[in-house]
Structure formats: structure tokens, C-alpha cells
């Protein structure tokens, strides 16, 4: 879900907001990858918007098809059709409501299989600066962005799907024909509109990103959903993989083997996670102190919690917390 500049909104080929991925290679990772940057233009806002429809979102110049990571954040949904697309080294089957979050710094080697002619594509591309401008850079300053955790908290290999619930779908639509028509049309107050635009993108992302076990339902995975159902009741209090596994009728080797699989990561993880996100809500939203937190959310101190949040993202709490009264 790449994209280059040229073409028009609305029609084969990708809008003329896309930044020239691909042009501009501002380095290469150890792995021999190279690494494309934003291309930003003066007076222009840092985001871009492309739509591909017709079959192969790739197939506009520019585009590296080699195996490459980006210094921006990319965002794709599906607002027709259906595909598989190839993404951090394995296959990705999407379909209509599909969204497809990829972090910065993740190595990808886009391929797109599509299923039929009738794929429309949005991807919205920007650097994390877009939406953490008041100080862009330092340290912690976007890892603690609320907005920007999905793409970065959720360690699966640094691309997620997720799947917006059909009743809110136009709206999603909307809002990425919004933000291209502001970047395109570049009206008096455009800029602002545009960045305006894309918090809302943002907003509803990180709403869905809390409902994993909505999304698996939508998904047809009752198994899973069981799993995070129970790890959502009982995640504040001392909760064990054995115990999950009672609570779903399985082993916990078995219930091991159906998570890893299915989501790449084990239970602990899922628990830790949901710890976390329960942490950063706390922290964004009350005054609590950070042993409260802990007790809150399931640790014992609040030495743990540090540990563990800044292991997950690379800043300590009170560093969101700043970070997210700050936004």
C-alpha cells in the first residue's frame, strides 16, 4: 500500500496526494533494506491520500516493490472488493471494511493478489509529526501519542488488520475522501481542515484497536473471542494461562498452540497488553498515581508497571501521561 504522485481521485490509478515514495530513500537498515521517507512539500500539511481501484494497487510508478520500510505511518482500507495482499513476509486476505495498519520502520514486500476488478483501495500515508507537532523528535514525544499507539503498541510484526463494523463504513469512506479533497483542492483553511481529518481517522482507529474481541467475532473466530472475553473480565486481578484455558475448555498447551497461531502472539502477551491499555487509559484519564495504576490494572507495584510499560513503549508513564495531556 504504496503510492507515487499523478493520476486523479476517483479513478484507476492513485490520487495525486500520495508522496513520492520511492523516490526518496533516505537510508538502508542493516538488513540491506532501504528506507523511504516522506517527501514533504513547502505549505502543504504532512499527510497524503491515495485511491487505487481496479485491480493492483501497485501498479503506479514509483512504486518499490522490493522488500522496504518506510519512516511514515501507513494506513489502508478497503472500501470495495476483496485481495490478498503480501506484508511483513506473509499473506494478508482482506476483504470490504478491511483496514491494514503498517508502522514505521517495518520491513515490507508489497504484493497484492487481487480477487477481483472491483478492489477500491484508500491508503493515507504520514509522518508521525502530523499529528505530534509540539515536539516532534524527542524523546517519547510520538510513542506516546494516543493517537498513534496502534501503530506501534501492538507488536505482531508491526502490521495489523483490523475490520471496521458495516455501519461504519461510509464513514470511514468519507472521511478519506474528505482528507483528499482538502489536499487536493487546497482552499483557504485547508491544511488545518486536512489535519482535522485525519485525527478523526485516527480517533476511530484507536477505538477499534480496544475491541479485539468484536473483531474477532466479525471475523467468525468464537474461539478467540472467548479468549479475550475472559481475559477482559479478569485482567485487573492474578490470572494464569492455565486459567484462561479452564475458562475456554481447553489445555493450555492446546489453547497456546490455537492463539499463537491465529494471532502470533501467546496469552501473556494478550493479558500484558490489555494491562497496558487499561494503564494508558488510566494515566491520560485520572489523576492517579502510578502504584494506583498498578493496583488498577493487575501488578503489585509500581516498579513493575514502569518496567513493563516502557518496555512495550520505550518511555515510562509519566511520560505518556505528559505526552497525552499535552494532545
Do not use: C, K
Request: neutral net charge.
Amino acid at each position: 500500500m504504496s503510492g507515487d504522485n499523478g493520476g486523479s481521485s476517483g479513478g484507476p490509478g492513485p490520487s495525486s496526494g500520495a508522496p513520492t515514495i520511492g523516490r526518496l530513500v533516505t537510508g538502508r537498515r542493516v538488513d540491506g533494506a532501504p528506507v523511504y521517507g516522506y517527501a514533504r512539500t513547502a505549505g502543504v500539511p504532512p499527510v497524503a491520500v491515495a485511491r487505487f481501484e481496479g485491480g493492483h494497487p501497485g501498479h503506479s510508478e514509483g512504486w518499490p516493490h522490493q522488500a522496504h520500510a518506510h519512516d511514515f505511518i501507513v494506513l489502508g482500507y478497503v472500501e470495495r472488493g476483496s485481495g490478498r495482499l503480501r506484508l511483513d513476509g506473509r499473506w494478508w486476505a482482506v476483504s470490504e471494511g478491511d483496514l491494514v495498519v503498517v508502522a514505521p520502520g517495518e520491513v515490507v514486500a508489497p504484493e497484492w493478489d487481487a480477487d477481483t476488478a472491483e478492489v477500491a483501495v484508500w491508503t493515507a500515508f504520514f509522518p508521525p509529526d502530523a499529528v505530534e507537532r509540539q515536539s516532534p523528535g524527542t524523546f517519547g514525544s510520538w510513542r506516546a501519542h494516543p493517537l498513534l499507539f496502534p501503530f506501534v503498541g501492538r507488536r505482531a510484526g508491526g502490521v495489523q488488520r483490523l475490520t471496521v463494523p458495516e455501519d461504519e463504513r461510509g464513514a470511514w469512506a468519507r472521511h478519506f475522501a474528505d482528507l483528499d479533497r482538502e489536499l487536493r483542492e487546497r482552499r483557504e483553511g485547508s491544511a488545518e481542515a486536512a489535519l482535522a481529518h485525519l485525527t478523526l481517522l485516527l480517533v476511530d482507529l484507536a477505538r477499534l484497536a480496544t475491541d479485539v474481541p468484536g473483531h474477532l467475532r466479525l471475523r467468525g473466530e468464537p474461539l478467540l473471542a472467548a479468549v479475550f472475553d475472559v481475559i477482559e473480565r479478569r485482567f485487573a486481578e492474578p490470572i494464569s494461562l492455565r486459567e484462561v484455558a479452564d475458562a475456554v475448555g481447553l489445555t493450555a498447551g492446546h489453547l497456546t498452540t490455537v492463539v499463537g497461531r491465529r494471532t502470533g502472539r501467546t496469552v501473556q502477551q494478550w493479558i500484558t497488553e490489555r494491562r497496558l491499555a487499561e494503564a494508558r487509559r488510566l494515566l491520560s484519564e485520572t489523576e492517579l498515581t502510578v502504584q494506583a495504576v498498578a493496583g488498577r490494572v493487575g501488578y503489585a507495584d509500581a516498579g513493575y508497571l514502569t518496567r513493563r510499560f516502557r518496555a512495550a513503549h520505550g518511555v515510562p508513564p509519566q511520560e505518556w501521561r505528559r505526552a497525552a495531556r499535552a494532545g
